[in-house]
């Protein structure tokens, strides 16, 4: 970012509005839009290809790019999540009707083995099944022809930060793709491809897709900023402060279209704003707000 684009120039700020929308905010901002975003788009492509073909896929990108968020998207995770412990499958506390798993996300942790990891993708297997069994008998007892609106069965299970995984855990990967005849993606930064797909000859001949997860566009930032202050009352028309075609040159310059930067970027303007009383973004806001991120 040119920090000479963001020095003040004395914009008058108005301090008579309190950002009062802002008063016991406990959630981040919202990223509802990004599921229109080629880089999303691209992913959920790769990932039906996948369910239809039942091959395993590579998807990697640097950090922050959305693919997790892509992922548990794409899974519903949000949703189903909650419904998974330990013990077995829980009712959902507002009492509405369980959601129909058909996808299964696995993220293991930094010192998983391999033992860890057929445990654990074997125990979720099994939860989301049973899942999809109550669920199933639901929709059952709630049709009224008597038919399943659903199918059985799972069809995909993406895992995510494969390139943490070592030679003895990719081979239990394929073991598991192996044993459930499932789409798998696998998940990862570029390291992915050159750690697993050019050294493991076994891995390499089940994979029909290999693509990257890009960055988003200046115009996917622009359409994107608006969503991100949705129930925010922020100017962004005003003559006051910056307009919304120079924040997205801000925030696409000072980020590169990476999506988790953008997040963080954006909230932190977001808490200047708060600690300001204001509703106004301005060059110092913005300056102050890519100060913290320390984006130099």
């Not at 905010?25 to 996948?50: A, N, W």
């Not at 990891?117 to 125990?123: G, S």
């Not at 793709?177 to 998940?187: E, N, P, S, T």
């Not at 200046?218 to 922020?234: F, N, T, Y």
Request: hydrophobic letters at 40%; one cysteine or more; a neutral charge.
């Amino acid at each position: 970012m040119d920090e000479r684009s963001l020095v003040p120039k004395e914009r008058i700020v108005s301090q008579k509005k309190e950002l009062r929308c802002f008063e016991g905010r406990d959630e981040t901002l919202p990223i509802s839009s990004f599921v229109q975003t080629k880089p999303y788009q691209d992913f959920v492509q790769c990932c039906d290809s996948c369910r239809r073909f039942r091959y395993v896929a590579m998807s990697y990108g640097p950090a922050g790019v959305g693919k997790t968020i892509g992922a548990r998207l794409y899974a519903g995770w949000d949703e189903i999540e909650p419904l998974l412990t330990r013990r077995g499958v829980r009712m959902p506390v507002d009492g509405t009707m369980r959601p129909y798993p058909r996808v299964a996300l696995y993220t293991p942790g930094r010192t998983v083995s391999a033992k860890q990891i057929e445990n654990d993708v074997v125990l979720l297997m099994w939860s989301l099944q049973n899942l999809g069994k109550i669920s199933l008998h639901e929709h059952l007892e709630a049709s009224v022809a008597g038919e399943a609106a659903v199918s059985e069965g799972l069809e995909l299970l993406i895992i995510d930060n494969v390139h943490r995984l070592d030679v003895v855990c990719m081979d239990v990967v394929q073991d598991l793709y192996d044993r459930y005849r499932i789409g798998v993606v696998l998940l990862g930064s570029e390291v992915l491809v050159e750690k697993h797909l050019k050294r493991l000859e076994h891995l390499r001949v089940r994979v029909g897709d290999v693509r990257p997860f890009g960055v988003l566009s200046r115009d996917e930032v622009k359409a994107m900023i608006p969503h991100l202050l949705q129930g925010l009352s922020i100017d962004l028309q005003g003559q006051q402060g910056l307009s919304l075609e120079q924040l997205t040159e801000e925030m696409y310059h000072a980020t590169n279209g990476n999506l988790g930067l953008i997040r963080h970027f954006m909230t932190q303007i977001v808490i200047v704003l708060q600690d300001k009383k204001t509703e106004i973004i301005t060059d110092a806001i913005v300056y102050k707000a890519y100060a913290k991120l320390r984006m130099e």
